[in-house]
């Protein structure tokens, strides 16, 4: 139910930036004649009928960075195939199926999303026979389009919008479930993590060492509390980076960060006994920009609990942790079980958050009332408007709000205006994502203008 992703994959230099500013009627990415211009992921909200999701343009599959950056774009090319709904595979008609391709294909074989299979530069018909060849790679189906001659764009788009998963209803569905919740458990080394996973599952399913990096890779525990069942991902503890020596290293902080983006939600786990440290941070950090509900976790906390206020933790954490200033806190300690339950049911509440989901009339009214307490600033002698508002996805709850002119709205404006909506619609502990989308002329939906009228008339 979050927002659909459709990911845009293919080597270097078959028009992946050039496709992905046509779709988005935008130029976004950098298109050059140069390799390795895209390096990090660039996401763009579609909205194409009723129907929204986002679209993300990725680097080239295989190339060597002459920044010594090709760890980075890899590792940012998988985290865009992972979370993909529906795939483009980018391919080039002059120049023919090339080894690259067929490490592309290779790549998307056990990929268990839809794929198409885009033959880009197919200017015109007399190419159309040309792209056949690449039915060899056996990745989607075929379409055929040009950026560059404005060719097939509509077929394109409509095969995208048939792929796309189900989109996000205002309430659950009558006998709808709630899926299993899956808990990631992150932290650096020796911080209790496997330890707290046998607590969950009341069996010594981890290796328990106080040798630090016993956890090598992520291991799911499925265990069931008061009859609800859950799903604990323990994932390896993490070292800085100038102290990863082996493989086995890097294999674990990529796995833990896939570990967070696999998950529900995060337990971010701290020693009591030892401070901050970089790593922490850098876990932090992650987990911020991956949007996933978040609660810190302060363990061990018997060896403390007698001499040090909690509240000292608290600001601590909340001093460290600037954009993860809304998660909730917890004090545990794995060993014996204290706090673990009340943990987990605050777990449960996050998850609950992030699914939650309201009607375009509330949303309205609620922003409404915000912009009629606090006006954004003039931008260029105007100001700023906010037409109306709707939710267009859950984990995060994403919320896109149609306006006059995007750029006017001021980063501490934006932050304003999520802190109303986390606190008016019971999002007060989860993040939420926001986007700011020009008002097509077609579009006269203007609630929130008229909601302000109704103020301004009630106040006179």
Known sequence: MAVPQVVIVGRPNVGKSSLFNWLANARLAIVDDHPGITRDRITHLMDVGDRYFELVDTGGIGIHDADNLTEHIEQQIEIAIDSADVILFVVDVRDGILPLDQEVADRLRYVDVPILCVANKTDDERLNSQADEFYKLGRGKLVRVSTKQNRGKSELMNLIIDRLPPSLGTEMAVGEEEPTMRIAIVGRRNVGKSTFVNTLAKAERMIVSEIPGTTRDSVDVHF?????????????????????????????????????????????????????????????????????????????????????????????????????????????????????????????????????????????????????????????????????????????PTIVLFCNEPLAFTKPYKRYLLGVVREGLDFNEVPIKLYLRKRTKRDSRDEIDAELDRMERGHT
């Open 224 to 396: 069931e509390l008061d009859g609800k069942a859950f799903i604990a991902i323990d994932t390896p503890g993490l070292r800085p980076a100038k102290s990863r020596k082996t493989d086995i290293d890097f294999y674990s902080t990529h796995r833990a960060q896939r570990s967070i983006r696999r998950a529900d939600v995060v337990f971010l786990f701290f020693d009591c006994a030892q401070r901050i440290s970089k790593v922490d941070k850098q876990l932090g950090d992650y987990i911020a920009k991956q949007y996933k509900p978040c609660i810190l976790v302060v363990n061990k906390w018997d060896l403390l609990s007698d001499t040090m206020p909690t509240e000292k933790w608290v600001r601590y954490l909340n001093d460290t942790f600037h954009a993860m200033h809304f998660a909730p806190i917890a004090f545990i300690t794995g060993m014996t079980g204290k706090n673990v339950k009340a943990l987990l049911n605050h777990g449960q509440m996050l998850y609950r958050q992030s699914r939650g989901r309201t009607a375009t009339g509330p949303l309205n009214r609620l922003l409404a009332d915000a912009i009629h307490r606090n006006l954004p600033a003039l931008y260029q002698n105007r100001r700023p408007k906010v037409y109306y508002a709707t939710q267009v996805g859950i984990q995060p």
